[in-house]
């Protein structure tokens, strides 16, 4: 349960600073990053309160699970061709630049690629990249299908006594016949049960923000469960000014990423806001 947490501060603080750092005009040094990502980690190991432990059966369960997943994911059985066409060229070039490639993003010919899009997840794989280039020559597709196993197991077991386990294997089935493996909706996953456990379980009010944050640096429909999120907290709790401060972290985290995308050109998805709608046959279609 620690170490979960102990990721997801890790992988929000290290992404921040390597926005911040690209947004201040400063080269990324992936040794020096690790000072962020390791006080983060430390911070919220030693502060996360759950201190019930996971039993001998559950642990084997997921354990169980999150190898059954690897065999899918390393096999090739479950890859996505967004990371081949997205999150991977994106973080190629960023690591490549040290730092977050402006001129890549503009480029007419990537506008698919959505320049503004949240980068959380190919922050994080440049990072393994610029890690990876001082070892073993570079960039691997391989990390980030691997890295969707572990994070099963590390959502599984933010969740406590048998639903660790029954979301263990929802979480299997679904990366298998989705084909989820090296794409953003593991990570986004993982930060949103996260936030969800620590509002429901811990009533960690930090652990939350700092979840959610993440999510809302992850992909678009990050923002969207931040809002849905925040207010239920405010409904059920009834402490609005809690639900105001627990939303602090990802409002500034994902609105300088927007003032970033808008200084230089690159908004796109959210620049959609406005996007007229029309009812046809019964469903929302836009245009």
């Known amino acids: ?29 992936a040794w020096v990053l690790l000072l962020p990502c390791g006080a983060g980690f430390l911070a919220c190991v030693r502060g996360a309160g759950w201190k019930a432990r996971a039993t001998r059966e559950r642990l084997l369960a997921i354990t169980a699970f999150t190898l059954l997943t690897a065999y899918g994911v390393l096999t ?5 061709a967004d990371l081949l066409y997205f999150w991977g060229p994106k973080a ?9 490639d402006v001129a890549f993003l503009k480029a007419p010919d990537h506008l698919l690629m959505h320049p503004d899009y949240p980068p959380l997840v190919p922050l994080l794989y440049a990072w393994g990249a610029l890690i990876a280039g001082t070892i073993a020559g570079g960039f691997s597709y391989w990390a980030p299908l691997l890295l969707t196993a572990i994070l099963l197991g590390l959502t599984a077991l933010l969740v406590p006594g048998r639903g660790g386990v029954l979301m263990a294997a929802l979480l299997a089935f679904g990366y298998a016949q989705g084909l989820a493996a090296g794409a ?23 652990l939350a923000s700092v979840a959610l944050a993440g999510a809302a640096m992850t992909k678009v429909e990050g923002a969207a469960f931040v809002l849905v999120a925040i207010v239920a907290y405010a409904i059920v709790s009834r402490r609005p ?22 200084a230089h050109g690159l908004i796109d998805s959210y620049a959609r806001g406005g996007t007229p709608f029309v009812w046809s046959t019964g469903t929302l279609a836009s245009i």
């Not at 979960?4 to 040094?29: E, H, I, K, P, R």
């Not at 190629?92 to 977050?100: D, M, T, Y």
Request: hydrophobic content about 65%; glycine content about 6%; aromatic content about 12%.
């Open 1 to 29: 349960m620690r170490i979960a947490y102990g990721v997801v501060a890790a992988v929000v603080c290290l992404t921040t600073a390597m926005f911040w750092a690209s947004a201040g005009g400063w080269a990324w040094n």
């Open 76 to 80: 090739a059985r479950e890859t996505c």
């Open 92 to 100: 190629v070039r960023f690591a490549a630049a040290r730092g977050i």
């Open 184 to 206: 953003a909706d593991p990570i986004l996953i993982f930060f949103e049960v996260a936030a969800l456990c620590a509002l429901t379980f811990l009533d960690d009010p930090l």
């Open 241 to 262: 000014l809690r639900a105001l401060a627990i939303a602090v972290a990802p409002a500034v985290l994902l609105g300088s990423w927007i003032v970033f995308a808008r």
